[in-house]
Nanobody, 123 residues
Framework: QVQMIESGGGLVQPGGSLRLSCAAS????????MAWFRQTPGKEREFVAA????????WTADSVKGRFTISRDNARNTVYLRMDNLKSEDTAAYYC????????????????WGQGTQVTVSS
């Protein structure tokens, strides 16, 4: 069974940090672009960050640029999201996803999704 499972979410104070992990299984994801999206109630799922299969190219949304860093370990079939200087507006359910498409920023291009991990930023 192809599966992606997120972990590492939780409650953190503004200015704090979290590291999300997404463990993929069921097949090799070493040639996939892997990405993080987030979603809050009443809004569509939005792009956060993505990383090329060779890890030499990354993309980040303007809203998180300079604060979030995406990385991957292909030997472990795992993608990470390091989140620093968290703000209240970062509160959301965070989802990992994978695609072989070149449309990196297009949510519809991702075929495999995790179930999400909640990040809440509050004092």
């Amino acid at each position: 069974q192809v599966q992606m499972i997120e972990s590492g979410g939780g409650l953190v104070q503004p200015g704090g940090s979290l590291r999300l992990s997404c463990a993929a299984s069921g097949r090799s994801f070493s040639r996939d672009v892997m990405a993080w999206f987030r979603q809050t109630p009443g809004k569509e799922r939005e792009f956060v960050a993505a990383i090329h299969w060779n890890a030499e190219i990354t993309w980040t949304a303007d809203s998180v640029k300079g604060r979030f860093t995406i990385s991957r370990d292909n030997a472990r079939n795992t993608v990470y999201l390091r989140m620093d200087n968290l703000k209240s507006e970062d509160t959301a359910a965070y989802y990992c996803a994978a695609t072989t498409s070149a449309e990196i920023l297009n949510r519809a291009s991702y075929d495999t999704w995790g179930q999400g991990t909640q990040v809440t930023v509050s004092s």
